[in-house]
């Protein structure tokens, strides 16, 4: 398993795995996001957000994370702000949400 910055490629993977996380909150009828808006957000002119994926041996992506950079006014320190991290129901238990970049 690997975890890697996504690419425009993935725009597809990102949309499929928050869909899944949508899914599973069983907030799916919220869900009204589009690959379209996935691209802008993360790859756009002005990027709002990051994304990393977890690949398995395959190179399939199999989770994500969602985060955007923050800063802490008082001290004027750069943090991230973890919006969603989400791995399919067939991979959990494998420790993929602990992995490294």
């Keep these: 398993m690997t975890v890697r910055d996504a690419a425009p490629a993935d725009i597809p993977h990102v949309h499929r795995l928050v869909r899944g996380l949508a899914e599973y909150e069983r907030m799916g009828g919220k869900f009204v996001a589009t690959e379209d ?9 002005t990027p709002r957000a990051h994304a990393l994926l977890a690949c398995g041996d395959d190179g399939r992506p199999v989770g994500v994370a969602l985060f955007y950079y923050t800063l802490g006014t008082f001290a004027c320190r750069p943090s991230i702000f973890l919006e969603d991290l989400f791995v399919e129901p067939e991979r959990r238990g494998e420790e993929i949400g602990r992995a490294h970049v």
């Design 37 to 45: 808006d996935y691209r802008a957000a993360l790859f756009g002119s």
